[in-house]
Every structure is written in structure tokens, then in C-alpha cells.
């Protein structure tokens, strides 16, 4: 007798998230050093114990060491176009039909915080700056990965243009489908930090974050925000949709 195919769960978003979060905590107190481990006796190990408050600060403490680390010059490694995964694999935070529906003739991105020139930028200024192009994997803190082509301005371009104080923290991005996240600045400035525009030569698809996604090839893949609908610039840390539940902020690889 042949075996049954065994069904494959479908979690809802929350559901998603919540086991997301059961993992991150599982695996932050495996690593944990003997001296951490006798700071938790006595502890029940439910949210909101003094569990948490070990992992925020070793989650704290694991910024700034990778903060510190961070070489602005040193690019992550590119691929031929023959390595390119395909299909490439949708990933969000929930599933792929909710993607957003964006009217490309109304899009305006949204600037604030520390910069000189506030004024939106339409799509079509935007694909008149300079742009790059790069072959670049993508790593998922869930532990897969992919190989894309990605073309776009240079974030650090694009902050020049608008007169960003470059000597600010971060930078904070806002999306059409409420996700939100940032950058430290030194990531933000690095060269192969784009925001892009195009993937795998051709105009972003929905799925993949369109009009406007981060690429940051020194990040891990949550850090990658998609449907970007505004840009702030600030000194105060914004974190993210994931940072905000624990995840590390830098979350460099």
C-alpha cells in the first residue's frame, strides 16, 4: 500500500508570527552562556518574565557588537547570471494573496525627518537617477535562501539628493502593506544598499515589493522592506515590524 501525502498546515499571519517568535526565543536561550543561564532561575519562562529581559539585552548587546564589526567598504559576494534562483521565492509576512494593490500613476514616496527637501518623488523621477545593478543572495532568518538580480538607485543616492543629514542614526522606511523598518546609517550608505527598482531585468513584480523595495545584500532578509511608501531620516531608533518583537536590529550576515 502506497503512503498518503501528508497535508501540508496553512497558519494564518498571526499564527505565523507567534511561531516565529516561539522559535526566536527557543534558539536565543540555547546560546545562552552558563552565567546567563543562572540569571533565569527561578523564572517560568512565559512572556514577560525576566526571561525577556535577558534576551533584549542579549538581542541589545548583539547590535552593537555587529555594529561595531560592520565594515561600510567590505560588499557581499555577487553571482553570475547563470546562478540566479528560479522560480525566486515570495516571502512576507503574510501570504502571497495579500500582496498589496498599489496604483503606479498615484505613487508618491514620502520624505521626512533630517533632510533638506521633503518633496515627494515620483516614480518616474526616481528611475532618473543613476542606477546599479547587482546579483545577490537573499538570506531568510527562517533558513532558506535565494539568488536575485536586483536594479536601483543607490540609497546612498538617493539620500544626497534629498539632503539627508548623513551623519544622522538611521534611516526608516514605511510600507504600503504596514510593514516598517530601518537601517543603521553605515548600512544605509553602504554602496551595494539600493533601493530597487527593477528584478531580474524587468520592472518589479508585485510579489517582490513593487514599486520601491530595499535590497541590502548585508542584511538578513526581514531587513529587505518591501512596497516602500515613505523614507524618514532620524537619530531615534524606529525599529521594525520584526526588531520590534525581538529580533535583532542589525541582523547583518
Known amino acids: 500500500m502506497s503512503e498518503q501525502p501528508k497535508s501540508k498546515i496553512i497558519l494564518e499571519p498571526d499564527q505565523h508570527k507567534q511561531l516565529i517568535n516561539l522559535q526566536r526565543r527557543m534558539l536565543l536561550r540555547s546560546g545562552l552562556t552558563l552565567g546567563a543561564v543562572s540569571l533565569l532561575s527561578g523564572c517560568n519562562l512565559q512572556d514577560g518574565d525576566s526571561v ?8 541589545r548587546w548583539n547590535d552593537r557588537v555587529q555594529s561595531w564589526l560592520f565594515n ?22 503574510y501570504p502571497e494573496y495579500n500582496v498589496p494593490e498599489i496604483d503606479l500613476a498615484d505613487y508618491r514616496l514620502e520624505v521626512s525627518g533630517k533632510v533638506s527637501n ?16 547587482q546579483i545577490t543572495r ?5 533558513g532558506w535562501s535565494a539568488i536575485g538580480q536586483w536594479r536601483g538607485v543607490p540609497l546612498k543616492t538617493f539620500l544626497q539628493h534629498i539632503g539627508a543629514d548623513l551623519t544622522a542614526r538611521y534611516v526608516g522606511f514605511k510600507c504600503d502593506d504596514r ?3 530601518s537601517l543603521d546609517m553605515p548600512t544605509a550608505l553602504h554602496p551595494q544598499t539600493i533601493l530597487a527598482l527593477d528584478f531580474d531585468n524587468k520592472p518589479l513584480p508585485p510579489d517582490f515589493g513593487y514599486p520601491l523595495r530595499l535590497r541590502v545584500p548585508t542584511k538578513l532578509g526581514f531587513k529587505n522592506a518591501k512596497h516602500i511608501g515613505a523614507i524618514f531620516v532620524t537619530d531615534q531608533n524606529p525599529g521594525g515590524y520584526w526588531e520590534d518583537q525581538g529580533y535583532n536590529g542589525f541582523s547583518g550576515i
Open 179 to 181: 510593514y516598517y523598518s
Open 72 to 93: 561600510g567598504e567590505k560588499l557581499a559576494q555577487t553571482y553570475s547570471a547563470d546562478q540566479i534562483t528560479r522560480p525566486f521565492r515570495f516571502n512576507a509576512f
Open 52 to 59: 525577556d529581559k535577558v534576551l533584549w539585552a542579549m538581542s
Open 118 to 133: 521633503k518633496a515627494p518623488w515620483t516614480l518616474e523621477q526616481l528611475q532618473r537617477l543613476p542606477q546599479t545593478e
Open 138 to 142: 537573499l538570506i531568510c532568518i527562517e
